[in-house]
């Protein structure tokens, strides 16, 4: 049976912001492995975290490809670790943020339905809206003219996600992380606001098969309350279900 994997990340001077989140994925979690993955300028310096649920896995920084100025590895590069080989091409791997609190255990339901998760697969969810589009994005992010050459699309027909919790199995994480190295120079040189990873992930996800992910398991408000989204006892809800992974809110 594939594994359902929960990762994110941090650097040292990160690491204190997301204990709140560590600390939730210590108490709630029932995925079949927690790592935080942590991008070293010494790897051979290791950090010592107090959960019992959570392997640290080490990232040399200077082996990375593609990094934005906020040194998130969502994009893939992660993979680089030696410390993850056990992890098979067809185990879910659940990449997130570190501003996000986990707030329940995967339901049955929701567990069979990840593993379900095939090769070309990304499951991801909403930005500012249900529509949003790639064009909408791509004006939010401060571009400066310079011409983005491999574009030859009309970006208002694509969508544009959050990839604050962002899962596909391993194989095709090693696809994506790929092209986005390829197209990465290029992005990063159009745009000034860190952003630019989505935006570009977002893009690659055209060529895939995107299982849109609801508010039920990603409710951000990044841009204002979701509609159906509640708060009760210090949780967030969507339509009356507690949300899986709370994003920004308080």
């Keep these: 049976m594939n594994k359902l994997i929960l990762m994110t990340g941090s650097n040292e001077s990160y690491l204190p912001k997301i204990d709140r989140y560590l600390s939730s994925i210590d108490e709630n979690s029932n995925f079949d492995e927690n790592y935080l993955c942590f991008l070293s300028e010494d790897i051979n310096k290791k950090i010592d975290i107090k959960y019992d649920k959570i392997k640290t896995t080490y990232v040399d920084i200077k082996s990375l490809s593609s990094l934005t100025e906020i040194n998130c590895v969502q994009h893939g590069e992660f993979l680089k670790s030696s410390d993850i080989k056990d992890i098979k091409d067809n185990d879910i791997i659940f990449f997130t943020d570190g501003d996000i609190f986990l707030q329940r255990n995967l339901t049955d339901l929701e567990?069979?339905?990840?593993?379900?998760?095939?090769?070309?697969?990304?499951?991801?969810?909403?930005?500012?809206?249900r529509n949003d589009t790639l064009l909408d994005e791509y004006n939010r992010l401060s571009p400066n003219g310079n011409d983005l050459d491999f574009i030859n699309l009309d970006l208002s027909k694509y969508?544009?996600?959050?990839?604050?919790v962002l899962a596909m199995n391993k194989s095709t994480w090693v696809k994506v992380c790929s092209e986005y190295i390829d197209k990465f120079d290029d992005v990063n040189n159009k745009f000034g606001h860190y952003a630019k990873q989505q935006w570009l992930l977002s893009y690659i996800f055209i060529d895939y098969n995107v299982i849109e992910m609801d508010y039920d398991i990603h409710n951000h408000n990044i841009y204002g309350m979701v509609t159906g989204t509640t708060y009760e006892n210090n949780y967030v809800f969507y339509e009356k279900n507690k949300c899986l992974f709370r994003h920004k809110h308080f």
């Design 159 to 164: 969508k544009v996600y959050n990839t604050g």
């Design 111 to 129: 567990i069979d339905k990840f593993r379900q998760i095939k090769d070309n697969d990304i499951y991801v969810g909403y930005n500012a809206s």
